[in-house]
């Protein structure tokens, strides 16, 4: 089983199988996935798509779970790349979460695998978003924990706060929302960062040792 700092280093590296063979076929898999879902999809259709034999794609993912997971795993890399992209160039810490969490959800609206899956293949999507969520979740707080330590070292962010504490508490409000959108929270970009400002800052800004 892959521990949640394993399962990190993927989300964050490209992970040991990233090359351009093996993103030619995952480029493959998600344009199919996207198209027709991942359960009606087969690996000869994924061959067909990218121009490799099976022997080459099965050698790199010797399972249609282990191919859908490797898709899911570059879009949480790729999402990660675009979000510290987003929040780079700003000054604060107070900023950056008030634009990741926009960030953030903006993504999520734009993500059409995900959208597929949850419309049309909920139970191959909600296991691993909900039951099975557990590692993926513990990527996440590690990588916004690892940025709120970086903050606490230059002095931008309280040093009594919990970064892990703290992560939680975004990235499991960010699940919820992603997964259930409806609701009286904005997430439009204007409305989220309101939301981010007046109710997420405080518990950065406002918590006490």
């Not at 779970?65 to 987003?86: H, K, N, P, Q, S």
């Amino acid at each position: 089983m892959t521990s949640d700092d394993e399962l990190l280093r993927s989300l964050l590296t490209g992970g040991p199988e990233s090359e351009p063979q093996t993103d030619r076929i995952l480029d493959a898999a998600l344009r199919s996935f996207e198209t027709y879902g991942p359960r009606r999809t087969t690996m000869d259709d994924v061959a067909r798509e990218c121009g490799l034999g099976r022997a080459t794609i099965y050698r790199r993912f010797p399972t249609k779970g282990d191919l859908v997971t490797g898709v899911l795993l570059r879009e949480a890399r790729r999402f990660f790349a675009e979000l510290d992209e987003a929040v780079a160039a700003l000054p604060t810490l107070e900023e950056r979460l008030i634009e990741g969490f926009a960030v953030t959800l903006r993504i999520s609206r734009e993500q059409r695998l995900m959208t597929r899956l949850m419309v049309v293949e909920p139970e191959l999507f909600l296991p691993h978003a909900t039951v099975q969520a557990g590692p993926l979740l513990a990527a996440a707080r590690g990588y916004l924990a690892g940025r709120l330590r970086t903050a606490q070292r230059a002095g931008a962010a309280p040093p009594h706060v919990d970064p892990e504490v703290v992560a939680e508490i975004l990235i499991r409000l960010t699940h919820s929302l992603m997964l259930t959108p409806d609701g009286h929270i904005p997430l439009d970009d204007e409305g989220a960062r309101t939301f981010a400002r007046r109710y997420l800052l405080p518990i950065i800004r406002d918590a006490t040792p």
